[in-house]
């Protein structure tokens, strides 16, 4: 159980396209699910909290106008890198909690590789 | 504020060997949740243990092994007989309430034949 897949796995993108990564909690439902960075040889920085029915919540520095997130219904939450330029080429990890007594436990996906030229 | 520290940035070992890597953290919280997570090449970050703040008992799960101790505000992870299937980025976090996760910088181990 707790599985979480993320499509697609890599993507390479002209430079001024948009991206869209989709995060999936396969066997259950997820009312949050959050998106993070990982910079190679780096922890995961975590760009924004997404809760279902709602706005995301952005981390300081974070630009919202950038990485869009929907969060449209309880297995789904997309990321997507508006204008994507090659400094966003990173890895993208999401992850979907499961609820639990006083705090959650995230579940995470396999990432997506981004790559913009 | 919540901080995890894994001071061993890469560890090096030889296949059977038995390994600890080290987690310390900071929180204020009385109440907290401290996980590990696995990362190997591929990418993707596999949950290993919770363990909150109230259980200080060590968990065995196969070759691996966790030491809470709240005196040293150490959870430490230890894997025995190590194999190279191991060889991974291993990430030591921690948790407050419905806060979000704080991770560690993480350690790299290469477990070779």
């Known amino acids: 159980g707790a599985v979480v897949s993320q499509h697609p796995s890599r993507v390479i993108c002209k430079s001024g396209t948009s991206v869209k990564i989709e995060c999936r909690s396969l066997?259950?439902?997820?009312?949050?699910m959050f998106w993070y960075r990982q910079f190679p040889k780096k922890s995961l920085m975590l760009m924004a909290t997404?809760?279902?029915?709602?706005?995301?919540?952005?981390e300081q520095g974070v630009e919202k106008d950038k990485f869009l997130i929907n969060h449209a219904s309880l297995t789904l939450s997309t990321l997507t890198v508006t204008s994507a330029h090659p400094e966003d080429s990173s890895f993208y990890i999401c992850?979907?909690?499961?609820?639990?007594?006083?705090?959650?436990?995230?579940?995470f996906g396999p990432g997506t590789r981004l790559t913009v030229l | 504020a919540q901080k995890v520290t894994q001071a061993q940035t890469e560890i090096s070992v030889v296949e059977k060997e038995d390994v600890t890597l080290d987690c310390v953290y900071e929180?204020?919280?009385?109440?907290?949740?401290l996980f590990w997570y696995k990362q190997p090449p591929s990418g993707e970050l596999v949950f290993l243990i919770r363990?909150?703040?109230?259980?200080?008992q060590n968990e065995i799960s196969g070759r691996y092994s966790w030491n809470f101790q709240k005196s040293t505000s150490s959870f430490n992870f230890t894997i025995t007989a190590s194999q190279v299937v191991d060889s991974a980025v291993y990430f030591c976090?921690?948790?407050?309430?419905?806060?979000?996760?704080?991770f560690g910088k993480g350690t790299m181990l290469l477990v070779s034949p």
């Open positions: 992850s979907a909690s499961i609820p639990d007594w006083y705090t959650d436990t995230q579940y």
């Open positions: 066997d259950f439902q997820a009312t949050t």
């Open positions: 997404s809760n279902e029915g709602s706005k995301a919540t952005y």
């Open positions: 929180t204020r919280d009385t109440t907290y949740y």
């Open positions: 363990r909150n703040s109230f259980d200080e």
């Open positions: 976090a921690l948790s407050s309430g419905y806060s979000t996760l704080t």
